[in-house]
């Protein structure tokens, strides 16, 4: 058995909120090393000094309390500094992922009416500056850097984080690192009354929903998330001696808790990158003795994949948390547990709207439960599961929709108060959307979206059960698998395959692989090749995108 440690974050109280936390973790670890980003090495004391030289920065910018402030950059050491500075000056960040182009940006920008946004001018071949200038042209910014945008009523200036820190900032916008480098000892007043007025109740952020089908909602999430990030410290047993590799997108609510709200709570140092490559995270964790990584069943495959490829020493690793419940995740953890020992997997089951961990498992947990199940519910969590149709909870082990009661559900979804109200049922229940069932051990199971379940001639098909049976075919390397509509049996189950390098599969021979080993009804009527699946970058799968793929790929004629 695996004693659980029983740390915490002994320097916050119920009243912490962001834009303490910097200084506190200065005051605690000082010139500890804090984070990691390529050369770049910060200690604590030097985030907490240059979070308050970005909080200046954007005060003298123009900046005021209760603004939403866009941030769409890639991961860097900014993004942590932008965090907690925003905090700091009364304002709520908007995180905006970093794959959205001009269109979804565009909608994120205006439905959080953001007063402010901060981009690259370019990052690597991405051009954030070309299509910052579609949506706010030349004759939109005067030269003093303000912004009349009709498209956008409430933004009011754009911040230019350039990709040679010497260059100039574009036509009718502010140079990051004018912002970044405010050393106007005048303001520390004002900036000192700001953060004293913080409360733990007020909005901290609006995180975006990944938008996989339809608009995205903009989720407001007060500081009182917090709290719950002291379940995560408690139950990782997480301390000022753990390295973590953090190559989770920071926009999201996973990369964001497991790094930097993790690191400001234990002291533990952060290895930040700016992408996912499983190679650079194993050589990591041998180099620099890397104790804890987390993610989806993708990046714990993908990091299967690079050990089994070359084996490295990985014996300080030591855990970290995991999406983990679905059909298809549990051969990988499975695997996981041999090929990345000493790793021991920390299931987890969060959203946005939630909480990033409203369950977890333990590190005394059985293999079966770090593996198989979504971890048990947090302190403060009520679970649920209910019949999506009556109303009515489900016996044990009975899959249903997951409900939730908790301190830490969102405040609302942002200006769409017919979309928040329907997501809670009247007793005052958060409705997840999402499939799962009870034990008697107490964990839950995720299973899916109810969504992207599939209804073959009357028989519930769960599609993730199917990917993990094809998944055991020798020539396949990766596999999504959704509905298209069919007259008579309402739709059928296509696959989207991606085959191992060198091997080249054909649909009789995925096809033959099914018959006999699953039920007729679950086995696909039609399999199609591509190069790979479309991803959100958490590590989904866009299905939406691959219904839209078959319906023309399929469609008569």
């Not at 498209?151 to 900032?169: E, S």
């Not at 098909?461 to 396949?476: F, R, T």
């Amino acid at each position: 058995m695996k004693a659980n440690p029983t740390p915490g974050p002994d320097i916050w109280n119920d009243t912490t909120t962001l834009a303490d936390l910097p200084r506190l973790a200065a005051d605690r670890w000082g010139g500890r090393e804090a984070l990691t980003f390529g050369e770049e090495r910060q200690s604590f004391a030097e985030i907490s000094e240059r979070t308050d030289q970005a909080a200046r920065g954007l005060i003298a910018a123009g900046v005021g309390v209760g603004d939403r402030v866009g941030v769409w950059l890639n991961n860097c050491p900014e993004w942590i500094h932008l965090l907690f500075a925003i905090a700091r000056i009364g304002a709520i960040q908007v995180p905006i992922n970093t794959r959205l182009r001009t269109a979804d940006a565009a909608y994120v920008i205006a439905q959080a009416e953001c007063s402010t946004l901060i981009t690259h001018d370019t990052s690597g071949p991405i051009d954030y500056w070309g299509m910052v200038q579609v949506m706010v042209p030349a004759d939109q910014r005067r030269p003093d850097g303000a912004i009349e945008a009709k498209t956008f009523p409430d933004l009011r200036r754009i911040i230019i984080k350039t990709a040679d820190p010497g260059a100039a900032a574009p036509f009718g916008t502010q140079a990051w690192m004018e912002v970044a480098r405010n050393n106007n000892a005048a303001l520390n007043g004002e900036l000192e009354r700001r953060a004293a007025a913080v409360r733990r109740s007020d909005p901290a952020f609006i995180m975006y929903t990944s938008g996989t089908t339809g608009f995205p909602k903009g989720v407001v999430r007060s500081h009182e998330f917090l709290r719950n990030q002291t379940d995560r410290v408690r139950i990782l047993g997480t301390t000022e001696r753990d390295v973590m590799y953090n190559y989770l997108p920071l926009f999201h609510i996973f990369g964001y808790l497991d790094g930097p709200m993790l690191s400001m709570a234990t002291g533990n140092r952060q290895i930040l990158t700016e992408t996912y490559d499983p190679d650079a995270c194993l050589d990591a964790v041998e180099a620099e003795g890397v104790t804890q990584v987390s993610g989806f069943e993708i990046h714990v495959k993908g990091l299967i994949d690079a050990q089994e490829r070359r084996p490295r020493d990985l014996s300080s690793l030591r855990t970290g948390t995991f999406g983990v419940g679905t059909a298809s995740a549990v051969p990988i953890y499975r695997k996981a547990l041999d090929v990345l020992a000493p790793l021991w997997p920390i299931a987890a089951f969060g959203m946005t709207e939630i909480g990033g961990n409203a369950c977890l498992s333990f590190l005394d947990s059985s293999s079966e439960q770090a593996c198989e199940t979504s971890g048990h519910p947090c302190d403060g969590f009520e679970f649920r599961i209910i019949d999506p149709e009556t109303g009515e909870d489900q016996p044990l082990e009975v899959p249903g929709e997951i409900i939730v009661k908790s301190y830490c559900l969102m405040l609302s979804y942002y200006k769409k108060p017919e979309e928040t109200a329907k997501s809670y049922n009247a007793d005052g229940w958060f409705l997840t959307g999402d499939m799962g069932y009870l034990r008697p051990d107490g964990f839950l199971r995720f299973l899916g979206r109810y969504k992207d379940m599939l209804k073959i001639g009357g028989e519930n098909v769960d599609p993730m059960e199917v990917e993990a049976y094809l998944q055991g075919h020798d020539d396949v390397a990766d596999v999504a698998v959704i509905g298209h509509p069919d007259q008579r049996l309402t739709e059928v189950a296509v696959a989207f395959v991606v085959a191992k390098a060198g091997r080249d599969p054909g649909e009789d021979e995925i096809l033959n692989y099914c018959r006999g080993q699953i039920a007729s009804f679950k086995i696909p009527r039609h399999v199609l090749f591509i190069a790979e699946l479309p991803m959100t970058s958490t590590g989904k799968v866009r299905k939406a995108e691959l219904r839209d793929l078959a319906m023309a790929r399929l469609s008569p004629g």
